[in-house]
């Protein structure tokens, strides 16, 4: 029998809003390579890109850019065998004209790799099959990207093919499985596809009409940087996903898709605020917060998890109000000089910041640094004054309260990264061993005190589990998969998954402690192991000692 720390029931508005994003980011995140390739090939190609006719530095790439950008003339390019389409002209006329492939990536590929993603979620790769039919009644019954179709009809087709399948359960003559299973998805995708077609595609495009009116209005009264009041706490509190990726991400693709960027791409992924407030403690900071601040700003500004700052906020919540500051001028500043991005920067690095800003020229480039550099000096000032006002009390209660923000960090998000573990690590070189202690306060219990049930259990495949399954399991998986090899252990496969992926096949699966009891719901035949830090738990180190004691035992 495994133990783990003890961790507190689900509950509440803020864990239902966190996991409904985290959902929704669960379609958006794995699909994200999409969105940049399509970026990309905006950038590059559409008339006003790099390479098109309108170039803003003169490298007018013909005909490549009005084939692969659309709109370019066939008679006149004659390049055999391309898809074409009627084109209008710009005298009222109309010409067979080259599709491309921005038009059509973003009005077909990405809105069903979305559907297809949300119906795996739910449904496996069945499930996936029947959402992405679905969709594409949606997308044809409409006249703009359904992003917004593809998340809602995806997983709602998986799940009614979910519900069918248990009609017949067990009823199904042998012989027959194949039959009953290809044809009844098969014609539930037809009718999903006819309903999504006539009834859920206005809906939608209703939806995305009155959406596009809300940021319309916010632009039009100059109001947008006022959405900086919600994402910046939001971001504090792990909600933001369900803003971002629910919202954001679909409604700055369609202005992207018009007019060449979006401003809405920049409203959360901004790094200027999370740069800002770590200067500020850099400075003004006291004991662990200070130590520990100049190492995050580069994880947060260069690598892109904002996540690093989180706990510095949490230690001295007065400094929220410094991000909302900080981030309304950023967006402010790009409102003012008409910056945005062309695609999704994600994860919000500057790096990834630059390279979807220069798309849109050189000019737009400048607007989005400035935005950063605004935001970042507006939040530093603030936060500065903020902790030079409280400085003398700050370093008179100084102990745990930094680790204990982290610790709350870490409840807040739902798992530990390592991102954070990093940060726990050089807090403790600060403080003493009590973060140390306090992260691995559960290790005896966990491993050692178990160690007879555990060696029983032969373990050939090890899961690190978290919400996305891309970010801090991958990179917990890669530590404990480097000092598997180091040991010379064979034969033992380290990955990562998102808990909701997590099929039953994996030996031992490791996970945050506030996530354990999810993840033991959905693969309980496991062995499970909770850790507080991802990054460099002592854990590990008795977990590669269990398997090379268990291979010597062969």
């Given at each position: 029998m495994t133990t783990t720390s003890p961790t507190k029931k689900p509950g509440g508005a803020r864990i239902a809003v966190q996991r409904f994003g985290t959902f929704l980011s669960g379609m958006i995140m794995p699909n994200i390579a999409a969105f940049i390739a399509w970026g990309f090939i905006t950038m590059l190609f559409i008339p006003a890109g790099f390479f098109g006719a309108n170039s803003p530095f003169g490298w007018h790439w013909a005909p490549v850019a009005e084939i692969l950008g659309g709109g370019g003339d066939a008679a006149t390019i004659n390049w055999p065998g391309a898809m074409t389409a009627l084109t209008a002209n710009a005298d009222g006329g109309t010409y067979q004209g080259y599709v491309g492939l921005v038009s059509v990536m973003i009005t077909y590929l990405l809105p069903l790799l979305i559907a297809n993603t949300g119906g795996r979620i739910v449904y496996g790769a069945r499930g996936g099959v029947v959402a992405t039919i679905a969709v594409m009644g949606v997308i044809v019954g409409t006249n703009i990207p359904m992003f917004l179709g593809a998340m809602i009809m995806g997983p709602l087709a998986a799940w009614v093919t979910k519900q069918m399948d248990k009609l017949w359960d067990g009823k199904i003559r042998p012989g027959?499985?194949?039959?009953?299973?290809?044809?009844?998805?098969?014609?539930?995708?037809?009718?999903?596809?006819?309903?999504?077609?006539?009834?859920?595609?206005?809906?939608f495009l209703g939806i995305s009409a009155v959406l596009g009116s809300i940021v319309a209005f916010l632009v039009q009264f100059n109001l947008l940087p006022?959405?900086?009041?919600?994402?910046?706490?939001?971001?504090?509190?792990?909600?933001?996903?369900?803003?971002?990726?629910?919202?954001?991400?679909?409604?700055?693709?369609?202005?992207?898709?018009?007019?060449?960027?979006?401003?809405?791409?920049?409203?959360?992924?901004?790094?200027?605020?999370?740069l800002g407030l770590l200067l500020a403690f850099t400075f003004f900071g006291v004991g662990a917060a200070k130590a520990s601040a100049p190492g995050a700003i580069i994880i947060q500004f260069l690598g892109g998890i904002h996540e690093i700052y989180f706990p510095y906020a949490l230690a001295k919540p007065m400094t929220i109000l410094a991000l909302i500051a900080g981030g309304a001028s950023g967006v402010a500043t790009n409102m003012i000089f008409q910056g945005g991005l062309a695609f999704p920067a994600a994860p919000g690095s500057i790096i990834a910041v630059t390279v979807a800003a220069i798309g849109a020229g050189p000019a737009n480039l400048l607007v989005v640094y400035l935005s950063v550099v605004v935001a970042a000096a507006v939040t530093f000032l603030v936060a500065g004054v903020i902790l030079r006002a409280s400085r003398k009390r700050d370093q008179e209660a100084e102990g745990d309260s930094f680790a204990a923000a982290i610790d709350q960090t870490a409840a807040n998000k739902?798992?530990?990264?390592?991102?954070?573990?990093?940060?726990?690590?050089?807090?403790?070189?600060?403080?003493?061993?009590?973060?140390?202690?306090?992260?691995?306060?559960?290790?005896?219990?966990?491993?050692?005190?178990?160690?007879?049930?555990?060696?029983?259990?032969?373990?050939?495949?090890?899961?690190?589990?978290?919400?996305?399954?891309?970010?801090?399991?991958?990179?917990?998986?890669?530590?404990?998969?480097?000092?598997?090899?180091?040991?010379?252990?064979?034969?033992?496969?380290?990955?990562?998954?998102?808990?909701?992926?997590?099929?039953?096949?994996?030996d031992l699966v490791i996970t945050q402690n506030q996530l354990t009891d999810r993840a033991k719901a959905q693969s309980p035949d496991s062995l499970h192991v909770s850790v507080d830090n991802f990054m460099n738990s002592p854990k590990y180190d008795e977990v590669v000692e269990m398997v090379r004691a268990q291979h010597e035992a062969k």
């Open positions: 027959f499985e194949m039959l009953v299973n290809n044809f009844s998805a098969g014609i539930l995708g037809m009718i999903l596809a006819i309903v999504g077609f006539f009834a859920f595609g206005p809906v006022v959405l900086s009041i919600i994402v910046e706490p939001a971001k504090v509190l792990f909600l933001n996903n369900a803003i971002n990726h629910g919202v954001f991400t679909p409604l700055g693709i369609e202005q992207a898709a018009e007019s060449g960027k979006s401003i809405l791409f920049l409203i959360e992924a901004n790094p200027g605020p999370g739902g798992k530990e990264s390592s991102a954070l573990g990093a940060l726990r690590t050089r807090a403790a070189g600060t403080t003493g061993s009590g973060t140390t202690e306090a992260a691995d306060r559960d290790v005896d219990a966990v491993l050692g005190g178990a160690a007879g049930t555990v060696a029983t259990k032969q373990l050939n495949n090890i899961v690190f589990a978290c919400d996305a399954g891309m970010g801090s399991s991958a990179m917990g998986a890669s530590v404990l998969r480097n000092k598997i090899k180091k040991a010379g252990i064979d034969g033992v496969t380290v990955t990562n998954q998102a808990i909701a992926n997590l099929d039953g096949s994996a």
